[in-house]
C-alpha cells in the first residue's frame, strides 16, 4: 500500500519494510519472501534508529554512540491498531517518542486503548480517520512541531557543549 503512494513512487522513502511475496514467471504468488511480525518490526526500528536499513546487516546489534544515532527514537512516531503493534508502541514510548493506538470508531468498544493507555504501552490515541484536521492529523502535526522545536534546541546544547569543551 504504502509503495504505491505519490510519496514512495517520487522517492521520499529511503526504506520501506513490509511484509512480500515470491511469485514464480506468471506472477502468482507462491510463497512468502519475507514476513513481518511483532518481532521483525521492533527489528526495524533499531535499524531505523542506527541506520542500518539493510536487514542482512548484523551491525544493527552494535553499540552506536548517541552522536552517531541516525534517528533518535524520541523522533519516531509509532502508528499501531493491533496486537502486533503492542511491542513496537512499548519500546518507541518507553525511549520517548510516539506511539499512536489508532482505532475503529463505528465500534464503541475502547477496553483495549484504555488498557494500553493505563500500562504506558501508547501516549496517544485517536480514531483511524487520516483526513485534515482530524484528531490524528492535529496530533501527527503537534508532534512534529514539538520534534523540531526540541532539535533546535538540543542543537543549541549541543554547540554550547562543544564550546566549553574545547576551551
Known amino acids: 500500500m504504502i509503495e504505491g503512494t505519490v510519496m514512495a513512487q517520487a522517492g521520499e522513502f529511503e526504506k520501506i519494510y513490509a511484509s512480500s511475496f515470491y511469485f514464480d514467471d506468471n506472477g502468482i504468488a507462491k510463497w512468502p519472501a519475507q514476513a513481518v511480525n511483532y518481532t521483525n518490526k521492533t527489528q526495524f526500528l533499531f535499524r531505523i534508529e542506527k541506520g542500518f536499513l539493510d536487514i542482512n546487516d548484523p551491525a544493527v546489534n ?3 554512540p548517541e552522536e552517531k544515532i541516525r534517528v533518535p527514537f524520541r523522533n519516531i512516531v509509532y502508528i499501531g491498531d493491533s496486537e ?3 511491542p513496537c508502541m512499548k519500546l518507541v ?13 463505528q465500534l464503541s468498544n475502547m477496553d483495549k486503548v484504555i488498557k494500553l493507555f493505563t500500562e504506558n504501552r501508547i501516549k496517544y490515541f485517536a480514531s483511524a480517520d487520516y483526513n485534515e484536521n482530524s484528531k490524528l492529523d492535529l496530533l501527527i502535526k503537534t508532534i512534529i512541531d514539538k520534534t523540531v522545536a526540541f532539535e ?3 542543537q543549541c546544547y549541543l554547540n554550547d557543549k562543544k564550546i566549553l569543551t574545547t576551551k
Open 84 to 86: 502486533t503493534d503492542i
Open 62 to 64: 552494535d553499540s552506536i
Open 93 to 105: 514510548n518507553s525511549y520517548g517518542g510516539h506511539s499512536i493506538c489508532v482505532y475503529n470508531s
Open 152 to 154: 533546535k534546541l538540543n
